[in-house]
């Protein structure tokens, strides 16, 4: 086994850079699985709702767009399922890229991020599916039944990505509200399959622990716990970001995503 992970804690400084982490997430699965090699990925954004596949069917997309858009938020389509999440400066969106996907269940790779979430914050967390919170699913994360983050997962070569966004302080019944109005006005008329919200169905970490919680904070616990099983390396990204074939990875995402919601959104 591969003792060490590798650490990207990204910065996004800018709305050109949204495409960027997710095109980063398929040249780490292609380095991850190549290289029988862990990496952890930290990021955070601007104001964003990034949208799944699934919302691309939405009867009245282009309408819940027009009223994202005059609220000042940004917004893409992600090159994976689920629905719509929002992303701002309190949340925290953590990946685990894990090499060996074959002998990883899916099931065992959700167990995996909800451990690391659990002893990093709260044994109180539990999982299961918030119906009436957005992008609900089965491995939602709540203390007393309020759900705080989601769980996916991408799979490509012999890698896996486990993504969770995190909601760690900020206004929560804000980004459920943007959203309820979202599905609302994209919905209509009403399709099965799509979040009814609940605006009181979310909170934030910080609200559900009780004390102040920054992004930074949230990052050490994570890091305290992944360094009782990994060394963390903290230079090495750099290196390997830079080096031919994660570039070439990069760019091919890229070229993907820029083409998917350029199909499906139009032009910004």
């Known amino acids: 086994m591969n003792n060490t992970i590798i650490l990207y804690d990204q910065k996004i400084s800018s709305s050109k ?72 400066a309190g949340i925290l969106n953590f990946s685990i890229f894990l090499p060996d996907k074959d002998n990883l269940l899916i099931d065992d790779a959700y167990e995996k991020m909800f451990t690391v979430l659990k002893k990093s914050f709260s044994s109180k967390i539990k999982t299961g599916e918030i ?23 991408r799979r490509a070569g012999n ?20 959203m309820k109005d979202f599905y609302e006005i994209s919905n209509y008329p009403l399709k099965d399959g799509y979040p009814q919200i609940d605006i009181h169905s979310m909170e934030n970490l910080d609200t559900l622990l009780d004390h102040e919680l920054s992004i930074n904070q949230a990052k050490q616990k994570i890091l305290a716990i992944i360094a009782k099983q990994y060394t963390i390396n ?7 970001q830079n080096s031919l074939p994660y570039q070439e990875a990069y760019n091919a995402t890229l070229k993907d995503l820029i083409k998917r919601n350029q199909q499906i959104l139009g032009e910004k």
């Open 17 to 88: 850079d949204l495409l960027v982490p997710f095109s980063d997430t398929g040249a780490i699965l292609k380095f991850v699985s190549e290289n029988n090699q862990p990496v952890i990925h930290f990021w955070v954004t601007p104001p964003t709702v990034i949208l799944g596949m699934q919302d691309k069917r939405l009867n009245n997309l282009q309408g819940g767009l027009e009223m994202l858009s005059e609220k000042d938020y940004l917004f893409y389509l992600r090159n994976s399922g689920g629905l719509g999440v929002v992303t701002d």
């Open 159 to 178: 890698a896996v990505a486990i993504m969770a966004y995190i909601s760690v302080n900020g206004q929560q019944k804000d980004r459920s509200q943007l």
């Open 234 to 240: 903290k230079e090495e990204f750099f290196i390997i």
């Open 131 to 153: 119906s009436t919170s957005y992008c609900p699913g089965t491995y939602d994360l709540s203390i007393d039944q309020k759900k705080f983050a989601g769980i996916s997962q």
